[in-house]
């Protein structure tokens, strides 16, 4: 099994723009293109929830998406599996190695760095 590394994607967008685009190259550790990886991106906010494939390069795009911030997720192999409950929901999961949030590496060989570039969303229901 080959493990994902690092993923290099930009959200594409001006202002006058009513859509974005996602796009991307994902690659092993030796720096090498991943054919056929599932790269999955969502918004809670929005309520998106899209996927796209690798091609033989290791390129994806994700197009027509509205400007927003974007869970991006990239596997192979179906070799990744939530461990985590609502009970212990600090328990990682088994197969990512590697981890950006806003930029920021978070997650490095399976481990927390210490980072959290993150920001809680609230939605209409919260209540202080």
Sequence with gaps: M??????????LGLAAQATSTIEGTVKDKQGLAIAGAQVHVSSAVLAVDLSATSGSDGASR??????SVYQIKATKDDKTQDRSTYEHADVPPDGIDYVLVNGELVIDHGKHTGARPGRIIYGPGYQK
């Design 2 to 11: 080959r493990h994902l590394f690092l993923l290099f994607f930009s959200a």
């Design 62 to 67: 994700i197009t027509s998406l509205a400007p």
